[in-house]
């Protein structure tokens, strides 16, 4: 079945460093994928997405670029905040008739100061 | 102001009773998701209704319940069959792409 796998965290950087979350995902056809952000309490925000291969998606400094050939959409941030600390989940839905949304387990990130 | 909304935020249930759990928007989506979360996990997918009047199993659907009677509400009950049902409970909703999430409700067992 369709499946997203996200590296584990917690993902540990100072201020201004470079970020990578490695997401790669398992899907028949072509899925639309995510990235959430969650903050503590609180329910999930979208970050940024890609609906076909070759798509960049950004937000906020992030980025992700849809990569079919290696089936991945990993998230990049050049220079992280404090502010950025959070959990981020990758996502991806099936764009045939189900409409099935499938998360990964996330990745939580700490920023130091 | 359109979005989803979820309540209560928090809930507290003695084992062996029902309870439900509410989730409404006005964003006038087709499809809406129930997940649940545990501490330090993701989200597991537990039921999902594309359209009015239908509903699939997600991954988790043992122990709970929906219904679709309206575009705009898709209440989730957590019965008494459901072993271990302290989590928090999020509730989604979507037209063609994203999904829109609610504030979530944190359901604790007494």
């Known amino acids: 079945g369709d499946s997203v796998t996200q590296m584990e965290g917690p993902v540990t950087l100072s201020e201004e460093a470079f970020l990578t979350i490695n997401c790669t995902y398992t899907a028949t056809g072509y899925p639309s994928l995510f990235w959430y952000v969650q903050y503590p309490g609180e329910g999930l925000q979208l970050l940024l997405k890609a609906t076909k291969a070759d798509d960049k998606g950004s937000n906020k400094g992030f980025e992700a670029t849809y990569r079919k050939e290696t089936t991945s959409f990993h998230l990049e941030k050049g220079s992280v905040q404090v502010s950025d600390s959070a959990v981020y989940f990758c996502?991806?839905?099936?764009?045939?008739?189900?409409?099935?949304?499938?998360f990964g387990s996330g990745t939580r990130l700490l920023v130091r100061p | 102001d359109g979005g989803i909304t979820q309540s209560p935020k928090y809930l507290f249930r003695k084992e062996g009773q029902n309870v439900t759990l509410s989730c409404e928007q006005n964003?006038?989506?087709?499809?809406m998701y129930w997940y649940r979360q545990d501490p330090g996990q993701g989200l597991r997918l537990i039921y999902y209704?594309?359209?009015?009047?239908?509903?699939q199993k997600g991954d988790i659907a043992e122990g709970y319940s929906v219904s679709r009677e309206k575009k705009e509400s898709f209440p989730l009950t957590v019965t008494s069959a459901q072993k271990n049902p302290t989590a928090f409970y999020l509730c989604a909703s979507s037209l063609s792409s994203e999904a829109f999430f609610g504030q979530g409700t944190r359901l604790t067992v007494v």
């Open positions: 996502a991806l839905r099936r764009m045939d008739s189900s409409y099935k949304l499938i």
């Open positions: 209704s594309q359209i009015v009047n239908d509903f």
């Open positions: 964003l006038n989506h087709d499809a």
